[in-house]
């Protein structure tokens, strides 16, 4: 398909993650905080792909995206670690990610139930209205 603006974010996130970055040395920040930017920026992504559908879809887009991506950063680091590809700086930085990200996830999948929730009952109350609109249609 076509490369969509979510996808270069996600992909420039990415980059962060790994220190794949072009902040020059004289520039004074914490690795952390760029972690921080680099989950924010994924979120920032999954929100650009996400936030003209529906609501059903959206959180569930959104469940599916953060789920995945916090599974992949929670096995990544023990791979890479028994690789022997990557220091135990980055994997413990993966692994920071993953805990939040799963928070995320967390919070994406409690409002796709509520959501899922809440239409049932829509659709409860709809089918008793014209139960009763029938009735008192024969009355």
Known sequence: GKLKLADIVMFIATCLLFGINYIPESVQYNREIEILIAIGIFCIGIFLA???MAPRPCWAKASAATGTIAVVWSVLP???LWADEVDVEIAQNLTICSSIMWVIFLGCFLRLRYIRRRSR?????MRLREKRRR???YL
């Open 121 to 125: 009952e829509e659709i409860a109350m």
């Open 78 to 80: 023990w791979i890479l």
């Open 135 to 137: 009735k008192a249609q």
């Open 50 to 52: 996400s936030y003209r």
